[in-house]
């Protein structure tokens, strides 16, 4: 090192290596991005290494930024754990956890069951964010990610919460206005509604070839609750899980037998935060909430 650096200016790094733009860190961190740029320069001045290609479109790590980046999510991991520790000696869980989840997930299974949480815990903070898209931990986006597949890289630890079951569902008002259907091959002279192609977020969800390459979906849309409410008011069949249609005595399963999909969700945690309490407990209610529904997941 040529010098002495702030922890400040550490944290200005991390800010900066997961957003990726001067702009969007600062605000973040709540300072301006003139500040955040001069902590930047003062942490490259202290280490002696360049940790930034600056570029228009925003700022990519270097050789030395990557090898700096795990040391100071380790050290951040760190100084989150002391101040747990000093703040949790009253026995209360406190402050913020962001739970990023696919849409059907989040809105369907655990919006209705994340109150209890936050009930046991009146100082705890739950940030439920549920959208049709993959959350980068690394990045901090999230930091419990549901995920349709195991982490294949990163230091990310991550736990199998259940498989769950699919099946093709329809309003009985569609069933009944439309010719009946007996087999696969009766499928594809029907209206279907699914994702759109080019904004399928992870492979997991690209059904429709698995039943059939003759079916072309007329109606199409990036969030599976949107899929659902379609559905629901007889604009089609869809391929939706079986937890998401449970008790609704409007849909219908067709072919059961011959239509049965298996897909996986898991729990992920970046391995600096899993020892935070406010992490393993909230990570703790979820793959209980799991365990005892897990009749809705593989009926």
């Known amino acids: 090192m040529a010098g002495q ?3 400040d200016d550490l ?3 991390l800010a900066v290596a997961r957003s990726g733009r001067l ?3 600062a605000r973040r961190m709540g300072v301006d991005h003139t500040t955040l740029g001069r902590r930047l320069q003062s942490l490259e001045r202290a280490l002696g290494a360049n940790l930034f290609e600056r570029h228009a479109t925003g700022y990519s ?3 030395q930024g990557e090898s700096l980046l795990a040391s100071a999510e380790a050290m951040e991991g760190l100084a989150m754990t002391i101040m747990e520790d000093l703040a949790g000696s009253s026995g209360s869980l406190s402050g913020a956890v962001r739970i990023g989840t696919p849409d059907g997930f989040g809105s369907f299974f655990l919006a209705p069951r994340i109150g209890q949480l936050a009930a046991r815990h009146p100082d705890l903070e ?4 549920a959208m049709p898209r993959l959350f980068s931990l690394s990045k901090r986006e999230a930091d419990i990610a549901i995920s349709l597949a195991q982490p294949d890289a990163g230091r990310l630890h991550g736990r199998k919460l259940t498989d769950y079951e699919l099946g093709l569902y329809a309003a009985r008002s569609y069933v009944t206005a439309n010719p009946p259907i007996s087999s696969v091959a009766d499928l594809p002279g029907h209206r279907f509604i699914s994702y759109i192609d080019d ?6 969800l690209d059904y429709l070839p698995q039943i059939s390459r003759d079916i072309r979906p007329q109606l199409k849309s990036a969030s599976l609750v949107a899929q659902f409410r379609a559905v629901e008011a007889g604009a089609g069949i869809a ?3 079986c937890f998401l249609v449970d008790g609704h005595a409007d849909l219908v399963r067709l072919l059961p037998t011959e239509v049965s999909l298996i897909r996986s969700f898991w729990l992920l945690i970046h391995s600096d935060l899993r020892h ?3 992490i393993r407990v909230t990570a703790e209610f979820i793959a209980e909430e799991v365990r005892r529904n897990s009749r809705l997941f593989r009926p």
């Open 5 to 7: 650096f702030d922890w």
């Open 11 to 13: 944290q200005s790094f």
């Open 23 to 25: 702009t969007l860190a």
């Open 61 to 63: 790590l270097t050789a």
């Open 126 to 129: 739950v940030q439920l964010v």
């Open 199 to 204: 904004l399928l977020y992870t492979p997991e």
């Open 239 to 241: 391929v939706l899980p």
């Open 276 to 278: 935070l309490s406010r």
